[in-house]
C-alpha cells in the first residue's frame, strides 16, 4: 500500500522550533516530487514548500521563506520540513503529498496523501 506518514508535529511558543518528517511506505522517494501542504480550520488547503527529486526546493509561500527548510534523505525514504522562528499563524495541520517525477512548478497532482501532523503555535 502506498502511503506517507507525517509526524513530528505538536504545541510550541512563537519563536521556537519543529521538525516534521514525512515517511513513505511502499514505494521509494526517488522519483518523486514531494510537497508539505498545511491547513488551518475554515481555509483551504496550500502548499509550503516542495522538494524535487534533484533536491531542488520551492517555496510556495513568501511567509516561510528564511523559516523554513525542506531536505530529503532518500536513503531512509523520508522527507524533513524544519520550521523555525515559529508563528501563530503557522497553526496548521501538515501534510506532505507526493507526484511522479521531478518537478515542483505547480501545487496540483500530489497524492498519497497522510493522516497530517498538528501543528499549535501558540502563548
Known amino acids: 500500500q502506498v502511503q506517507l506518514v507525517e509526524s513530528g508535529g505538536g504545541l510550541v511558543h512563537p519563536g521556537t522550533s519543529l521538525r516534521l518528517s514525512c515517511a513513505a511506505s511502499?514505494?521509494?522517494?526517488?522519483?518523486?516530487?514531494i510537497g508539505w501542504f498545511r491547513q488551518a480550520p475554515g481555509t483551504e488547503r496550500e502548499g509550503v514548500p516542495c522538494?524535487?527529486?534533484?533536491?531542488?526546493?520551492?517555496y510556495y509561500l513568501d511567509s516561510v521563506k528564511g523559516r523554513f527548510t525542506i531536505s530529503r534523505d532518500n536513503a531512509k525514504n523520508t522527507v524533513y520540513l524544519q520550521m523555525n522562528s515559529l508563528e501563530p499563524e503557522d497553526t496548521a495541520v501538515y501534510y506532505c503529498?507526493?507526484?511522479?517525477?521531478?518537478?515542483?512548478?505547480?501545487?496540483?497532482?500530489?497524492?498519497?496523501w497522510g493522516q497530517g501532523t498538528q501543528v499549535t503555535v501558540s502563548s
Open positions: 503529498g507526493a507526484r511522479f517525477g521531478s518537478s515542483c512548478r505547480s501545487t496540483g497532482g500530489f497524492g498519497s
Open positions: 511502499g514505494f521509494t522517494l526517488d522519483y518523486y516530487a
Open positions: 522538494i524535487s527529486t534533484t533536491d531542488s526546493s520551492t
